[in-house]
C-alpha cells in the first residue's frame, strides 16, 4: 500500500509537471466520481471543472505555440509547482481515507519537487527542438501531442496501476535526458570548432572567442 501511495504521488505529480491543468482536471473528474477525494471543494464543483477545462485549453494553445510558450514560462514554474503540490494532497487525502497517508508536508513538498524538476526537463528538451520544421513539421509540436495522449493514458494508469505508470514516467524522463545530451552533442560537432588560441569551442559563425577574446575566422556566414 505504501509502494503504491508513493508511486501514485510521484507519478501524478510528475504528470502535473507536463500537463497542469490537464492533470487538476482528470483528478477533478475522479472526485466528483467518487473514485479519489479532492482537498479543495471547488474542484468537483462545476465551477471549478469549467474552470480547468478552460484552463486546459488556455494551456494546449500555448504548447502549440513556441511564442506563447516563451510567455507562459515566465510562470510555467510557480504554476506547475502550485498544481504537483495540489495533486499530491489529492493523492494524500484519498490515502489518508483508506489509512495510510504521508505527512501533509512531505506530500506537497515531494509533489512541487517532482512536478518543477519534470517541467524543467521537458523545457530543456522543448528548447532543443526549438526552430525544428513548423507548424505540423515541427518534432516540438509532434512531441506536445505525443506528451497529451502520455499524459491521458498515465492518468488512468495512476489509478488502476500506479507503479505500472511510475515506470512509464521513468523510462520517459530518461529518454528526455538522453535526447537532451544527444542533440547538444550534435550541435557541438556540427556548428563549434576549437578556438586556435585557448581550444575553447567557439561557434563555426563566431568571430571573437568568447573565452579568451581572441579573433578567429568564420566559418559560415549566417544569411
Same mark, same amino acid.
Given at each position: 500500500m505504501i509502494v503504491e501511495l508513493l508511486a501514485r504521488t510521484l507519478a501524478s505529480s510528475a504528470l502535473a509537471g507536463t500537463r497542469s491543468s490537464l492533470t487538476l482536471l482528470g483528478l477533478a473528474i475522479a472526485a466528483r466520481t467518487g473514485i479519489m477525494g479532492a482537498p479543495e471543494p471547488w474542484m468537483g464543483s462545476n465551477v471549478g471543472?469549467?474552470?480547468?477545462?478552460?484552463?486546459?485549453?488556455?494551456?494546449?494553445?500555448? #504548447?502549440?505555440? #513556441?511564442?506563447?510558450?516563451?510567455?507562459?514560462?515566465?510562470f510555467a514554474y510557480a504554476l506547475r509547482a502550485g498544481a504537483g503540490a @495540489?495533486?499530491?494532497?489529492?493523492?494524500?487525502?484519498?490515502? =489518508?481515507?483508506a489509512g495510510v497517508a504521508l505527512p501533509d508536508w512531505g506530500a506537497a513538498?515531494? =509533489?512541487? &519537487?517532482?512536478? &518543477?524538476? &519534470?517541467?524543467?526537463?521537458r523545457a530543456q528538451?522543448?528548447?532543443? @527542438?526549438?526552430?525544428?520544421?513548423?507548424?505540423?513539421?515541427?518534432?516540438?509540436?509532434?512531441?506536445?501531442?505525443? #506528451?497529451? =495522449? =502520455?499524459? @491521458?493514458? @498515465?492518468?488512468?494508469?495512476?489509478?488502476?496501476a500506479p507503479v505500472l505508470a511510475l515506470g512509464f514516467v521513468m523510462v520517459a524522463s530518461v529518454g528526455g535526458v538522453v535526447a537532451i545530451f544527444a542533440r547538444r552533442a550534435a550541435e557541438d560537432r556540427l556548428r563549434r570548432r576549437d578556438?586556435?588560441?585557448?581550444a575553447a569551442r567557439v561557434r563555426v #559563425?563566431?568571430?571573437v572567442c568568447p573565452g579568451c577574446r581572441a579573433a578567429v575566422p568564420v566559418e559560415r556566414w549566417l544569411g
Open positions: 471543472l469549467g474552470i480547468l477545462l478552460a484552463l486546459v485549453v488556455l494551456e494546449e494553445l500555448a #504548447e502549440q505555440d #513556441e511564442d506563447l510558450q516563451a510567455l507562459f514560462d515566465l @495540489l495533486t499530491a494532497a489529492t493523492i494524500q487525502d484519498t490515502a =489518508g481515507a513538498l515531494a =509533489g512541487a &519537487t517532482v512536478a &518543477t524538476a &519534470t517541467h524543467h526537463l528538451l522543448h528548447q532543443q @527542438l526549438e526552430g525544428l520544421g513548423d507548424s505540423v513539421l515541427s518534432p516540438r509540436t509532434w512531441l506536445a501531442w505525443l #506528451e497529451l =495522449g =502520455g499524459v @491521458l493514458g @498515465l492518468m488512468v494508469a495512476v489509478v488502476l578556438c586556435p588560441s585557448c #559563425e563566431a568571430r
